[in-house]
Structure formats: structure tokens, C-alpha cells
């Protein structure tokens, strides 16, 4: 177990409907990071924080996707108006840079299924 | 932006050989490579990694090799068991943008199936 926690791990929705994921990264670590992954497929880069501050984001992350981590801790990512083409799992990750470390140890995942 | 690419896309070995897992990339910036273990339903483990000013890693019966000079990596696994069975991901990452970003660009992925 990495210590990453993501919650819901499933979620079945309604096209056109809002749903949002949260993600508690491991204790201390600085950065945090949101993937999308498609079956077959690997994981695609979203957004990151360092931090509270939201300091990039993916052309893959279209304006119906908002994420924030409020006092640098855990964080949520919400997808407004669900499409089909949003169903995938959710992956979040986190990192910790002092010391020059580079490892990303992600969560289980939150799997959507919109329909 | 980096690509990498990774082959092949399925590998079937008996139980106690080896097994190899190739990936390129195309940004020569590009300074660490993780390897990741997906099993079913659940997110990529980190199984190893390796920067760039180092040629070979090893742990247990895994390592990884790294040629800056042909930009490409391996995963290596030996004597494996059904238990290395799931998904492999390699995976690439540069200090880039503005932001000092490390965020991981992964390759597809390789289907790894140990025969008992």
C-alpha cells in the first residue's frame, strides 16, 4: 500500500451530470498530480499542485474539469457535464522534491462510467 | 513533448525464465524512467526507477538499463514467477515548463503473463 487514497473508487453517472473524486496523497509529500488513464492505455498527465498552487495543466484538461488541493492536503477534481468520452480511471499521484527525489506513488484510482 | 514507446504489447514466458520489456523515447532532456506494475483494479506500483548519470540498476531479479545515447531503456526480470504477472508501464520525466514539472509521460504498456 502506497498510502495514496482515492475516493470513490467507482463511480456510475448520468451524462450531463457533475461528479467529483478526491484524493489524500501521502503524509507531507508537496506535489500532487492527476492522471487519466483509458483501458488499454497509460496514464496521461492532467494537472499538478506544489503545494496549495495549481501550477500547470494538460490541453487534455478541457474547462468542464477544475481541480484544487486547499491548504496543500488532499485534493478534489470535478468534472462539470459529464460526456461519454470522460469515462476512464482517475488516477492521482504524489511526490515529495526535497531532497531531490523524483518517485510518484499513485493511488488505486477512481474508476468513471458515464452513461 | 516527450513520447515514449514500448514493446512489445504482450509477452508470454514459462514460469523461471526471463523476460524483457523495451521503451524509447524522444526527448533527450529527459532525465528519470520508472518502471511501473499495474495489476487489475488497481493504480501503477513503482517497481524501479533510474536517472539518467547512472547506466544499470538492479534489485532482486529486476533492472533496468538505460542508453542516453540511443535514448531507450529496458526492464529486465529474471527467473519469473506467476506473481510478475499484470501490466508493465515505462514511463519518462524532464524538469519542464515554467513550473519545474515532473509529471510522467508513460509508454502503453506491456501485458506480461507468466505461465506456471
Known amino acids: 500500500d502506497t498510502g495514496v487514497s482515492q475516493n470513490p473508487r467507482h463511480k456510475i453517472t448520468k451524462r450531463g451530470q457533475n461528479v467529483t473524486f478526491r484524493c489524500d496523497p501521502i503524509?507531507?509529500?508537496?506535489?500532487l498530480y492527476w492522471y487519466r488513464q483509458t483501458l488499454g492505455q497509460g496514464p496521461e498527465f492532467l494537472t499538478y499542485?506544489?503545494?496549495?498552487?495549481?501550477?500547470?495543466k494538460s490541453r487534455l484538461l478541457s474547462d468542464r474539469f477544475s481541480a484544487e488541493r486547499p491548504k496543500g492536503s488532499f485534493s478534489t477534481l470535478e468534472i462539470q457535464r459529464t460526456e461519454q468520452g470522460d469515462s476512464a480511471m482517475y488516477l492521482c499521484?504524489?511526490?515529495?522534491?526535497?531532497?531531490?527525489?523524483?518517485?510518484?506513488?499513485f493511488g488505486p484510482g477512481t474508476r468513471l462510467t458515464v452513461t | 513533448g516527450e513520447n515514449v514507446e514500448q514493446h512489445p504489447s504482450t509477452l508470454s514466458v514459462q514460469e523461471g525464465d526471463s523476460a524483457v520489456i523495451k521503451c524509447t523515447y524522444s526527448?533527450?532532456?529527459?532525465?528519470?524512467f520508472p518502471w511501473y506494475k499495474q495489476e487489475l483494479g488497481k493504480g501503477p506500483q513503482l517497481i524501479i526507477d533510474?536517472?539518467?548519470?547512472?547506466g544499470e540498476k538492479k534489485d532482486q531479479r529486476i533492472a533496468v538499463t538505460l542508453n542516453k545515447t540511443a535514448k531507450h531503456f529496458s526492464l529486465h526480470i529474471t527467473e519469473t514467477q506467476p506473481e510478475d504477472s499484470a501490466v508493465y508501464f515505462c514511463?519518462?520525466?524532464?524538469?519542464?515548463?515554467?513550473?519545474?514539472?515532473?509529471?510522467?509521460?508513460f509508454g502503453s504498456g506491456t501485458r506480461l503473463q507468466v505461465q506456471p
Open positions: 499521484a504524489s511526490s515529495l522534491t526535497r531532497g531531490g527525489s523524483y518517485e510518484q506513488y
Open positions: 503524509s507531507e509529500h508537496n506535489r
Open positions: 499542485f506544489q503545494n496549495e498552487a495549481q501550477l500547470e
Open positions: 526527448d533527450s532532456a529527459s532525465n528519470y
Open positions: 533510474i536517472r539518467s548519470n547512472v
Open positions: 514511463a519518462a520525466s524532464t524538469r519542464g515548463g515554467d513550473t519545474g514539472r515532473r509529471a510522467l509521460t
